[in-house]
């Protein structure tokens, strides 16, 4: 059993910063990745960053790259996205997710854990 619990997330206004967690259980951690997506109303989710088991590779969007960062504790079995200059674009619920297998990290259908999702909403 595999148990994500998201935390981290608020009420910033643009250009500010929040830094969310994904605390993991279970043998998320053994998983080949571990990644962020997001989902805005109405839209898809959508893969935000991912990071593989040893942290030696990351993975980030096109949208966020430069302005977000996703890190790892293996000590303490949680994963980290810091998020700089937010934009309003950029509100939606955040989740976590483990990857099933190998694989492209941005297909959310090869994710088969997912956390309950932490909201994030940026102001103009």
């Known amino acids: 059993q595999v148990q994500l619990v998201e935390s981290g997330g608020g009420l910033v206004q643009a250009g500010g910063s929040l830094r969310l967690s994904c605390a993991a259980s279970?043998?998320?951690?053994?998983?080949?990745?571990i990644g962020w997506f997001r989902q805005a109303p109405g839209k898809e989710r959508e893969f935000v960053a991912a990071?593989?088991?040893?942290?030696?590779?990351?993975w980030y969007a096109d949208s966020v790259k430069g302005r977000f960062t996703i890190s790892r504790d293996n000590a303490k079995n949680t994963v980290f996205l810091q998020m700089n200059s937010l934009k309003p674009d950029d509100t939606a619920v955040y989740y976590c997710?483990?990857?099933?297998?190998?694989?492209?990290?941005?297909?959310?259908?090869?994710?088969?854990?997912w956390g309950q999702g932490t909201q994030v909403t940026v102001s103009s």
């Open positions: 997710a483990a990857q099933a297998g190998l694989g492209s990290v941005s297909t959310t259908t090869l994710y088969d854990y």
């Open positions: 279970g043998r998320a951690f053994s998983r080949p990745a």
């Open positions: 990071i593989s088991w040893g942290g030696g590779a990351t």
